[in-house]
């Protein structure tokens, strides 16, 4: 059926006004679950299918660089890349190849080319050995990103980092997110945390370390049944204008779209660390 289609309805009207409406999805897409028990093999896990209805809510980029894209093996993962394909959504935070860390994705919007990359800086828990997503280092990072610019007008950044149910990122996040900037990414969005954190600027560019959830189960806590989505006009250098929205998933598990959001600011803690960062 569309029960997830039905479930992210309400914030199709906002998602279709979007160029690229780029998320992170968490849940494997597969017929295929691994574990023992059956409630391993179904957990976070999703049918195929639900990639169409991802593609009929406006999403056009999904990262699958996140710790829980192995938790159904090899299989699942490529099972996931290409049902989203199939669907017409483009995949970002692949295992790049030769000088790659992540494989870069290129669209066009308009007269201009936005390059994408992602990477999950979590630490390994369903695979062993060399993950199909892209990991690296910080370094390996900003090399991609001073590649892409080369070529792209605009460079966005996706990263699935921090701790979670943490409210503020720490001091080598906001470092990590500086460095990207000045390597000549316009956007960093990050996610993993379950809870919102801050929304800022940095030079010319917009930094949010973590937009929390959009549909989740995780109904059971106000802070991980809220999230945002952030609404951006970019140019090649520089973020023109943005704006937050709440979210929230009700215990029904449909979603809302609320009102503008009043983001935190960046806490102060981390002291000489952030003032240099910022």
Same mark, same amino acid.
């Not at 959504?89 to 201009?112: D, M, Y």
């Not at 009043?262 to 660390?273: H, I």
């Given at each position: 059926?569309?029960?997830?289609?039905?479930?992210?309805?309400?914030?199709?009207?906002?998602?279709?006004?979007?160029?690229?409406?780029?998320?992170?999805?968490?849940? %494997?897409?597969?017929?295929?679950?691994?574990?023992?028990?059956?409630?391993?093999?179904?957990?976070?896990?999703?049918?195929?299918?639900?990639?169409?209805?991802?593609?009929?809510? =406006?999403?056009?980029?999904?990262?699958?660089?996140?710790?829980?894209?192995?938790?159904?093996?090899?299989?699942?993962? =490529?099972?996931?890349?290409?049902?989203?394909?199939?669907?017409?959504?483009?995949?970002?935070?692949?295992?790049?190849?030769?000088?790659? =860390?992540?494989?870069?994705?290129?669209?066009?919007?308009?007269?201009?080319?936005?390059?994408?990359?992602?990477? =999950?800086?979590? %630490?390994?828990?369903?695979?062993?050995?060399?993950? %199909?997503?892209?990991?690296?280092?910080?370094?390996?990072?900003?090399? !991609?990103?001073?590649?892409?610019?080369?070529?792209?007008?605009?460079?966005?950044?996706?990263?699935?980092?921090?701790?979670?149910?943490?409210?503020?990122?720490?001091?080598?996040?906001?470092?990590?997110?500086?460095?990207?900037?000045?390597?000549?990414?316009?956007?960093?969005?990050?996610?993993?945390?379950?809870?919102?954190?801050?929304?800022?600027?940095?030079?010319?560019?917009?930094?949010?370390?973590?937009?929390?959830?959009?549909?989740?189960?995780?109904?059971?806590?106000?802070?991980?049944?809220?999230?945002?989505?952030?609404?951006?006009?970019?140019? %090649?250098?520089?973020?023109?204008?943005?704006?937050?929205?709440?979210?929230?998933?009700? !215990?029904?598990?449909?979603?809302?779209?609320?009102?503008?959001?009043?983001?935190?600011?960046?806490?102060?803690?981390?002291?000489?660390?952030?003032?240099?960062?910022?």
């Amino acid at each position: 059926g569309n029960a997830y289609g039905r479930a992210i309805a309400a914030v199709k009207p906002l998602l279709s006004e979007a160029d690229l409406a780029i998320g992170n999805l968490e849940a %494997p897409l597969t017929d295929t679950g691994v574990g023992e028990r059956r409630l391993e093999r179904d957990q976070m896990r999703a049918s195929p299918l639900v990639a169409a209805q991802l593609a009929d809510a =406006c999403f056009s980029v999904l990262s699958v660089a996140n710790n829980h894209a192995m938790q159904h093996g090899y299989r699942g993962f =490529c099972d996931t890349v290409s049902a989203l394909r199939g669907a017409g959504i483009g995949v970002i935070g692949l295992r790049g190849q030769g000088e790659w =860390c992540s494989e870069p994705l290129i669209r066009a919007v308009g007269s201009h080319q936005v390059g994408l990359l992602a990477y =999950c800086w979590r %630490p390994p828990q369903y695979h062993e050995g060399e993950a %199909p997503f892209a990991e690296g280092q910080i370094g390996e990072a900003i090399a !991609d990103v001073e590649r892409l610019r080369k070529t792209c007008d605009t460079v966005i950044v996706s990263l699935h980092w921090g701790d979670e149910f943490v409210a503020q990122p720490d001091a080598s996040q906001v470092n990590a997110a500086r460095a990207l900037v000045d390597a000549g990414a316009v956007l960093v969005v990050g996610h993993h945390p379950h809870v919102t954190q801050p929304v800022v600027r940095i030079s010319n560019s917009l930094v949010a370390f973590s937009l929390g959830n959009f549909s989740s189960d995780m109904v059971w806590m106000a802070d991980t049944a809220e999230g945002y989505i952030l609404s951006c006009e970019l140019t %090649p250098l520089e973020v023109l204008n943005y704006e937050v929205r709440d979210i929230k998933t009700d !215990d029904d598990y449909l979603l809302h779209l609320l009102g503008k959001s009043q983001v935190p600011q960046l806490d102060a803690r981390g002291g000489a660390e952030y003032r240099l960062s910022l």
